[in-house]
């Protein structure tokens, strides 16, 4: 895991409710709509996405193995909000590489990279957006 391992517990805590706020309005925070892989319940949670030529991609900050990204790629798929739109997303891959393998913004590159992050989660739009 790239980033100390109290800061998911802190961030689930203080930081979302946050960003929860402003999620989904002000690119680049959104919100992925998922379904809980065993519970089937519903949930929400506060990201940042970036838009590609094909969909969004979502550096993996924690790693694959948090429970939202494997809700995610369980189902296929997800909805994101992004500037108060909802999204349907579908055909989700984890890819390993380097922030400069995408389109993101160079600060967030350069924090991304200084940081070891080297696992992204793809997304494509689905057909009918």
Not at 5 to 24: D, E, M, Q, Y
Not at 49 to 60: K, N, Q, S, W
Request: glycine share 10%; charged share 20%; proline share 8%.
């Amino acid at each position: 895991m790239p980033f100390p391992s109290f800061l998911p517990a802190f961030n689930r805590r203080v930081t979302n409710r946050i960003t929860g706020r402003f999620a989904g309005k002000i690119a680049p925070f959104a919100i992925v709509h998922h379904t809980g892989r065993a519970s089937g319940k519903h949930y929400a949670s506060p990201i940042m996405a970036f838009p590609t030529a094909t969909g969004f991609v979502i550096a993996l900050t924690y790693g694959a193995e948090t429970d939202w990204i494997r809700n995610v790629l369980a189902a296929g798929g997800c909805a994101l909000t992004y500037r108060r739109r909802m999204v349907e997303l579908v055909h989700p891959r984890v890819v390993e590489g380097s922030p400069r393998d995408f389109p993101f913004p160079r600060w967030v590159g350069t924090i991304l990279g200084s940081q070891g992050v080297h696992e992204f989660l793809l997304l494509d739009r689905a057909a009918d957006q």
